[in-house]
T-cell receptor, first 115, second 115 residues
């Protein structure tokens, strides 16, 4: 049971480049989300999905795009990378019923640097 | 507007001492309050959680105290050990319909337990 798998673990981008951060879970969780973690800022919600085909914006969605074509995968796309997007990105998932009952399972993160 | 305020930012405790981390919230719709523990290079992991119908919850050396009227909750780590050294995040979530998937995190507390 792999849990939540994020790839890549590290990435350096040049300003203006685009890329996709991958997230996959094998727990058949309905709910998936993306957070970014910055020093002194905690974890901030970027986008989330309550099931295949359903996505919505979180607290800091600008510059990011998501889609959810399958239950297992929830990729995060950076459309045109900016230095302000330098951060550690975490994908998380939860069973249907929400984090209130089951909590989040987090991946190990992707450390992104935009130069 | 920061919805969950966490203090202190960092905390140094001697082995065997008590570690105390405090959080305060403003949104009265919040009714689920978890704490997550994060080790360097890893994603956060659920540590313990409380609902507002109880004032205290204890799991081993970890205790959450909750004060609904003051809109405050805290994590107490008894007999702190060097292995407890990590970043701790408090969080809050409403438990209503589709919103029970969203967690709002505090900014985190870096705990160091000296041997």
């Amino acid at each position: 049971n792999a849990g939540v798998t994020q790839t890549p673990k590290f990435q350096v981008l040049k300003t203006g480049q685009s890329m996709t951060l991958q997230c996959a879970q094998d727990m058949n969780h309905e709910y998936m989300s993306w957070y970014r973690q910055d020093p002194g800022m905690g974890l901030r919600l970027i986008h989330y999905s309550v099931g295949a085909g359903i996505t919505d914006q979180g607290e800091v969605p600008n510059g990011y795009n998501v889609s959810r074509s399958t239950t297992e995968d929830f990729p995060l796309r950076l459309l045109s990378a900016a230095p302000s997007q330098t951060s550690v990105y975490f994908c998380a998932s939860s069973r249907d019923g929400g984090v209130v009952y089951y909590g989040y399972t987090f991946g190990s993160g992707t450390r992104l640097t935009v130069v | 507007q920061q919805q969950v305020k966490q203090s202190p930012q960092s905390l140094i405790v001697q082995k065997g001492g008590i570690s105390i981390i405090n959080c305060a919230y403003e949104n009265t719709a919040f009714d689920y309050f978890p704490w997550y523990q994060q080790f360097p290079g890893k994603g956060p992991a659920l540590l313990i959680a409380i609902r507002p119908d109880v004032s205290e919850k204890k799991e081993g050396r970890f205790t959450i105290s909750f004060n609904k009227s003051a809109k405050q909750f805290s994590l107490h780590i008894m007999d702190s050990q060097p292995g407890d050294s990590a970043t701790y995040f408090c969080a809050a979530s409403p438990n209503s319909g589709g919103s029970n998937y969203k967690l709002t995190f505090g900014k985190g507390t870096l705990l160091t337990v000296n041997p």
